[in-house]
């Protein structure tokens, strides 16, 4: 008998130990991801909510943590080197001991501290016991990997125990958007990843700290894992000092109010916030509302990609059905993990809808969510996300209508009904040498600007915030241009015409005009859909956002033209375009995703944001604020009237009274004459299935069978044989210029 075997037959201990320890690697664990409700009371927190349970002083102490969490995202903004950290795309937050979101900072983004739930619960249940890693006082932990938790890897988070007399007591968190993370493409957010192991930096949770100092070892890896070294450590210090700063604040909540009324009051937090959310939900009337939205890219070539969604409302719950959305990309990193659609729509329900419930995770403890798996929102393992946001959002906006048409039909109003806010991230990614000579990549703040949609009773704001992080900073450009060679020449200017009309129009977005000077090699990517079909509609009659494109004017120099002879620039982008100032100059337009591109001095990249939706009737705005709008350039004479039917004086901009009545009259008169039979509309415009001309993914009329790609291929949903994989699409102009090139020979076969 070999050593391997006892006598009886059995493996020996050592054996078996080695055998446990043989497992390919730890997963992200399905039952913790896919749990986004509230973990059971532990039996010390019902310890604790029995000896404090007075509302009063609960409340006290709640308020008192919360300071302390704002105190340290207010820390995290002004010590923070990232572009993230600077202008409000970050955020700190208390959570229980089992993990769960309890108070978020009233600034910054929801939808981080939301996710980082999913790592400490990771931590707590593999890391807690193991003797290789083990969770004490002093230790830091450290995630980006958008799997186990996060929105896209560029994200990076830290967390931190918080513990009381050598009991675990809560968690401290702090996440910033990084930008840098050595993916193929400076800036985090990989257009070009056709797999994970394109997307730079993927740091599962792990232990990055020890007694409260960064292990040496663990630092200096991760420095020479990105573009920017002093940046991941910098902002690695910055985070875990916040979280000392929070921990610091639990301890003093401690010594003035008891450990039993600060885990109480974490608790009961989360709890009575699931019970106020499902109190305002059986306020709403039941009943089923769809919205089904598309995206026009995967961000290497044009698709159209369907974001589908059912959502039912009945008693206290809501149901949130996107099953028939568009299959997975295997080889594309737009997909989005449904973790992160959960933790966008938190930020939808907290900040468009409830702004005065606490922002912590109880909030959708009440909401039950569907996805086919896999699918574009609910992606394999092995399947990249980088670019989530381009699935992501479009999913926050079709469940933005959804919600605003329950809201709409509730009698009882507590929440303004507004219409879809512009939700793409229409701004610059840079990398490369700096005139400093120093390597970067990172994101400009104009990510910051999206436009508000309309209320029923008002217009929307312009470039106010993105939906992600309301209370969020544009940035300063002076502060951008002493630390990277480019120049926004135009900034922050409306577009004319980029409007979303309505008897409300949605709030503007801006443009931007930049050049690259003082650097050998330095380039741009964009990462943003909307230049084939709009981002998002308007509501109840409203129009959605205009189309907007990338354009590039080359073979010039701006610099030495506003030297020789400023006079002949523009300074718009339809003036620029339309008149084409420069002679020798290129003129192009594209659309609104570029891979990483070196750029040359002096040449132009022009883009805009986008706009909010309208709301109601354009013939229902009131000519005075159409021509508010056209004495602030907002929109054009062909708009007034084209679009609003006003009547006036192109020179005094005096309105016509009547006639703008008559000519609206008219233009009603109109829409009845070229009006029919619903049951004739549908008959003419409902075609049988997707057209031809473009690759279309996604559900058709039966949300159980998908299209990917042909419109004569339906799949069983999640069961796509065999699964979506793109062409290269450099591969693709290849072999449409070679067989061109064959036709014009006259040959076939000949290379």
């Known amino acids: 008998m070999g050593d391997d075997m006892d006598i009886l037959g059995a493996v020996p201990s050592a054996a078996k130990k080695f055998l446990s320890e043989t497992n390919l690697y730890l997963a992200p664990d399905p039952v913790i991801m896919n749990n986004h409700g509230l973990e059971q009371r532990t039996a010390y927190e019902d310890q604790c909510i029995g000896k404090e349970n007075d509302p009063v002083r609960l409340e006290i102490v709640r308020e008192r943590l919360l300071a302390g969490v704002n105190e340290s995202y207010d820390m995290l903004e002004n010590m923070g080197a990232a572009p993230g950290a600077k202008w409000g795309d970050c955020v700190s937050a208390v959570y229980t001991a089992s993990g769960d979101l309890s108070l978020a900072s009233s600034g910054g983004v929801v939808i981080f501290c939301n996710l980082v739930q999913y790592p400490i619960k990771f931590i707590n ?22 799997r186990y938790g996060q929105a896209h890897n560029t994200d990076q988070s830290m967390m931190m125990p918080v513990f009381h007399e050598g009991v675990l007591v809560a968690w401290a968190g702090a996440t910033v958007h990084e930008g840098e993370n050595g993916a193929i493409e400076p800036g985090g957010m990989p257009s070009l990843a056709e797999q994970i192991w394109d997307e730079g930096l993927k740091m599962s949770p792990f232990k990055v700290a ?19 070294p002093k940046l991941q450590y910098s902002d690695m210090k910055v985070k875990m000092y916040v979280c000392r700063r929070i921990e610091t604040r639990i301890h003093e909540a401690i010594a003035e109010y008891g450990v039993e009324a600060v885990v109480a009051s974490l608790r009961m937090n989360l709890e009575d916030t699931d019970a106020e959310v499902r109190r305002r939900l059986q306020e709403w009337p039941d009943g089923t509302v769809r919205h089904a939205w598309w995206t026009d890219g995967t961000l290497r070539e044009n698709v159209q990609i369907k974001i589908n969604l059912e959502m039912t409302k009945k008693g206290d719950e809501l149901i949130l059905d996107y099953r028939g959305s568009s299959p997975e990309f295997t080889n594309r990193s737009n997909n989005s993990l449904d ?6 729509l938190a930020q939808l329900f907290l900040t468009f809808l409830w702004p005065d419930i606490p922002r912590n995770q109880g909030v959708l403890a ?4 569907i996805f086919d798996n896999p699918s574009v929102l609910k992606p394999g393992f092995g399947t990249p996300s980088a670019q989530s946001m381009m699935t992501v959002f479009t999913a926050w906006s079709a469940a933005q209508v959804a919600v605003m048409k329950f809201i709409y039909s509730n009698p009882q109003k507590y929440t303004r009904v507004v219409a879809p806010w512009f939700n793409m991230i229409n701004t610059f990614l840079f990398g490369g040498l700096t005139q400093h000579g120093e390597m970067v990549g990172n994101v400009c703040a104009d990510i910051n600007g999206m436009g508000g949609g309309a209320l029923a009773d008002r217009d929307g704001q312009h470039g106010c915030a993105p939906i992600f992080a309301t209370m969020s900073d544009l940035g300063e450009q002076e502060f951008i241009e002493e630390e990277v060679p480019f120049i926004q020449i135009v900034s922050k200017k409306m577009m004319t015409d980029n409007q979303g009309f309505g008897a409300h129009r949605g709030g503007m977005g801006y443009q931007m005009i930049l050049a690259m000077r003082d650097s050998p090699a330095f380039g741009f990517m964009l990462t943003a859909m909307g230049a084939k079909f709009p981002n998002v509609p308007g509501l109840f009659g409203g129009y959605g956002c205009p189309t907007y494109p990338l354009a590039r004017v080359q073979n010039i120099d701006v610099f030495n033209i506003l030297k020789t002879n400023p006079g002949s620039f523009r300074y718009s982008i ?12 290129v003129y192009s337009t594209h659309p609104m995703f570029l891979g990483y591109t070196l750029a040359q001095r002096g040449e132009l990249y022009m883009i805009a944001q986008g706009t909010g939706g309208g709301f109601g009737d354009p013939l229902d705005r009131e000519p005075a604020d159409v021509m508010r709008d056209m004495d602030e350039k907002l929109i054009s004479h062909d708009v007034a009237w084209r679009i609003y039917r006003v009547v006036y004086d192109k020179t005094s901009l005096r309105v016509d009274v009547e006639a703008t009545k008559a000519a609206r009259n008219e233009a009603r008169r109109e829409r009845i004459v070229k009006s029919k039979p619903y049951k004739d509309f549908v008959a003419e415009w409902v075609q049988p299935k997707p057209s031809a001309k473009v690759p279309y993914y996604g559900s058709w009329d039966d949300k159980t069978m998908v299209h990917a790609g042909s419109p004569d291929k339906l799949h069983p949903a999640a069961q796509i044989n065999p699964p979506v994989m793109m062409a290269n699409p450099l591969q693709v102009k290849i072999d449409k210029l070679q067989a061109e090139l064959t036709t014009l020979r006259g040959t076939r076969g000949q290379a």
């Open 125 to 146: 249940k593999y890391w807690t016991g193991d003797a290789t890693v083990g969770v004490k006082q002093g230790d830091v932990f450290i995630v980006n990997d958008a």
């Open 210 to 228: 020890e007694n409260y100092q960064l292990r040496r070892d663990l630092v200096t890896f991760l420095q020479n894992s990105v573009r920017e």
């Open 339 to 344: 973790v992160t659609v959960k933790g966008m």
């Open 366 to 369: 009440p909401m039950t969510f």
């Open 574 to 585: 339809e003036e620029l375009m339309n008149e084409r100032p420069f002679a020798d100059a």
